[in-house]
């Protein structure tokens, strides 16, 4: 929906009617390298903090911008040990043809 609101559409239905497949697939690369919308404005924040953080802190450890950015924290993958993964793909493969 955001980029639907971006692009000045009312609806991603009516987005998805005016743009080609590869339109699409042109805006979600040119999100990946400049992202836009609220993720962008976090990281903005994130790194405007970090560099007031820096200034006022003694030496040692610095904050990082991610550190100010609940949203994309919240985002971040969650890494799946081996046993996990095999045990989502048995669960698969039992639930398959049921």
Same mark, same amino acid.
């Given at each position: 929906?955001?980029? /639907?609101?971006? #692009?000045?559409?009312?609806?991603? &239905? !009516? %987005? ?8 699409? =697939?042109?805006?979600?690369? /040119?999100?990946? #390298?400049?992202?836009?919308?609220? &993720? !962008? %404005? ?8 970090? =560099? ?47």
């Amino acid at each position: 929906m955001t980029l /639907a609101r971006t #692009l000045g559409f009312v609806t991603r &239905e !009516r %987005m998805y009617e005016a743009l080609s497949a590869k339109e699409l =697939v042109e805006l979600e690369v /040119a999100y990946s #390298l400049d992202p836009w919308g609220p &993720e !962008r %404005m976090e990281r903005l924040v994130g790194e405007i903090c970090t =560099v007031i953080d820096m200034f006022h802190r003694a030496k040692g450890t610095v904050l990082q911008p991610l550190d100010y950015m609940p949203f994309i924290k919240r985002l971040q993958p969650q890494t799946q040990s081996e046993d996990d993964m095999k045990a989502i793909w048995q669960h698969a493969v039992e639930n398959w043809n049921t």
